[in-house]
């Protein structure tokens, strides 16, 4: 009897001459030339747009704000000065009208700064004493102290005891006053007319007119609400004794008004997204926290609430950059005034510009991109936080 010989094949020894099946079937495909080219030509034009639009100016302006604008014969000349415009900006001629005049401590001034500063140290605490920790985050999160701590030193020593704010102090008050207001009226009206009530569909549409209305036509309007002499509401203002009152007398009365239009015409947009996040949420966990027992507080803190934040962060970030930007109602309400109270970093860079300032004006300009950068980077952070924690 013959021995037989077997042999076991391995699995491995299949795919690897499918394999080879494969590599020697394969076709060797010759892109040619002009179209490996073709990709980068088409994108090349819009590159250069976004470039030319975009990066060239903001080194323009960058060199600007490094810069003297003079007039000569002809035309102009720039001359270099390094960093005199911003010098100017902290400790020269413009210290007052960009930082704000600052007035002595007092106890309660260096409470709340010392509280802030407490808390800015936990912050950073307890990040170094985590497991991991990197050094990008590190000096992001110094920097970070650092700039809150100097802007509530700013803002506590020109708030009180006589102090005066300066347009970057204004700034701060018009977007994060503005934007509180906004956002929970724009929730609350988004809140109403998603509920079963009657009229709500014409209600939206109500509250969508001031969004229609450009800022300029919003600031005339409230500019002819404001007068108590000869405005719409004079018979009001009279029966309240207050005829002989302005509002652009005041430094805080004209930065009252003028919150007060931006609430009214910002507060639409919030609405809007607000009613559209509300609309889109799942029935399900609401059927069920009412099948539980839950009362509308407990259903909104623990449903709806989480529901539209990640919504609500990217919509206050909108706006808090388009916030930074507020020049057209100070400028046709008050002017600025009185005096410079009612001014933003956005009217200042404008006024050296119109005074033919145009370093002082690219410095300030590149301080608001400064301001609005660390804000922006700081919510971002804050979103993507949470973000993580919700994962």
Request: avoid cysteine; hydrophobic fraction near 55%; proline fraction near 5%.
């Amino acid at each position: 009897m013959n021995a037989m010989t077997t042999k076991t094949l391995d699995p491995a020894d299949d795919v690897n001459i499918e394999t080879e099946e494969f590599r020697s079937s394969r076709l060797h495909v010759v892109i040619p030339k002009a179209e490996r080219l073709a990709g980068p030509v088409f994108i090349l034009p819009s590159v250069l747009a976004l470039l030319f639009l975009s990066i060239f100016p903001l080194v323009t302006s960058l060199y600007i704000s490094l810069a003297r604008f003079d007039i000569a014969p002809g035309g102009f000349k720039l001359t270099f000065i390094g960093l005199d415009n911003y010098k100017k900006l902290f400790v020269g001629s413009e210290g007052t009208h960009f930082l704000g005049k600052f007035a002595p401590g007092t106890p309660f001034t260096w409470i709340v700064f010392g509280g802030v500063m407490v808390v800015l140290a936990i912050f950073l605490a307890r990040y170094v004493l985590r497991e991991k920790v990197s050094m990008g985050g590190l000096i992001g999160r110094v920097l970070l102290t650092v700039g809150l701590g100097a802007l509530t030193w700013m803002l506590v020593h020109t708030l009180w005891n006589g102090g005066r704010l300066g347009t970057i102090s204004v700034t701060l008050v018009y977007v994060f006053v503005g934007i509180f207001f906004q956002y929970f009226l724009g929730l609350g009206l988004a809140m109403l007319t998603v509920q079963r009530l009657a009229g709500r569909r014409f209600f939206r549409v109500v509250f969508l007119l001031p969004m229609m209305i450009t800022p300029v036509g919003v600031a005339y309007m409230f500019r002819m609400l404001t007068d108590t002499s000869k405005g719409p509401f004079t018979p009001i203002w009279q029966a309240l004794g207050l005829v002989d009152f302005s509002w652009v007398n005041n430094a805080w009365g004209a930065r009252t008004a003028i919150l007060i239009a931006d609430v009214w015409q910002w507060t639409p947009f919030m609405f809007i997204v607000l009613v559209a996040a509300l609309e889109s949420q799942s029935t399900e966990p609401l059927e069920a926290a009412m099948v539980d027992g839950a009362n509308p507080w407990q259903t909104f803190w623990h449903i709806t609430w989480p529901a539209i934040l990640p919504v609500s962060m990217t919509l206050i970030l909108i706006r808090l950059i388009e916030a930074f930007k507020t020049v057209d109602l100070p400028n046709v309400m008050t002017n600025g005034g009185p005096g410079t109270a009612t001014q933003s970093l956005t009217m200042h860079a404008f006024i050296n510009w119109r005074a033919l300032d145009l370093g002082g004006s690219a410095a300030v300009a590149y301080m608001l991109l400064f301001l609005v950068t660390f804000f922006g980077m700081i919510f971002v952070n804050l979103i993507r936080q949470r973000a993580v924690e919700t994962l």
